[in-house]
């Protein structure tokens, strides 16, 4: 499965992908999320996919639809609270979601202070 997953980052980035080619390959993965109960290694696979790739996919209007329901369902899915999925893949999803909500711009940390050695800590 990683394989696999990989091979369509590679080919989503890589190449010029046809907006057809591009909606088969998110169709595949989200096949993949409906297993029961759900493979975390296939969620955390898509997590990864769409965290690289998911404002291309996002902004074609082949994909988009089914960006959206990979989405909701993968959304619905980490709030069952019967779902046995570990709060690092629900974490993981939650993060997702929240850069898709900022529009696929990653969240960046500003450090206020720089690390002190030792002797300037005393």
Same mark, same amino acid.
């Given at each position: 499965v990683h394989v696999i997953l990989c091979l369509l980052y590679v080919t989503l980035r890589v190449?010029?992908?046809?907006?057809?080619?591009?909606?088969?390959?998110?169709?595949?993965?989200?096949?993949?999320? &409906?297993?029961?109960?759900?493979?975390?290694?296939?969620i955390e696979a898509f997590c990864v996919l769409l965290t690289e790739c998911g404002k291309e996919l996002d902004a074609a209007a082949a994909t988009r639809p089914k960006v959206e329901a990979a989405m909701s369902e993968i959304q619905e899915l980490i709030q069952k609270s019967d779902s046995g999925v570990?709060?690092?893949?629900?974490? &993981?999803?939650?993060?997702l979601l929240d850069l898709r909500r900022?529009?696929?711009?990653?969240?960046?940390?500003?450090?206020?202070? &720089?690390?002190?050695?030792?002797?300037?800590?005393?």
């Open positions: 190449s010029s992908l046809s907006s057809s080619s591009a909606a088969s390959a998110v169709y595949k993965i989200h096949g993949l999320l &409906k297993s029961d109960p759900p493979n975390e290694i296939h570990s709060k690092r893949t629900v974490f &993981k999803v939650k993060d900022n529009r696929w711009q990653q969240r960046v940390l500003q450090v206020k202070d &720089k690390a002190k050695t030792l002797e300037e800590a005393r």
